[in-house]
């Protein structure tokens, strides 16, 4: 196992963390587009 730098550890965390922002996003998204549409 290669160890592996901290600040490659850290910038992989803050992408996860965008990730997890990102499909909350779409999942928020398409749950007000799937109720909203009571026009």
């Not at 992408?15 to 009571?38: E, K, P, R, V």
Request: charged share 5%; aromatic share 12%.
């Amino acid at each position: 196992d290669l160890p592996a730098p901290s600040n490659i550890s850290s910038w992989w965390n803050f992408g996860s963390l965008l990730g997890i922002c990102l499909i909350l996003q779409i999942l928020t998204g398409l749950f007000l587009a799937m109720h909203y549409t009571s026009d």
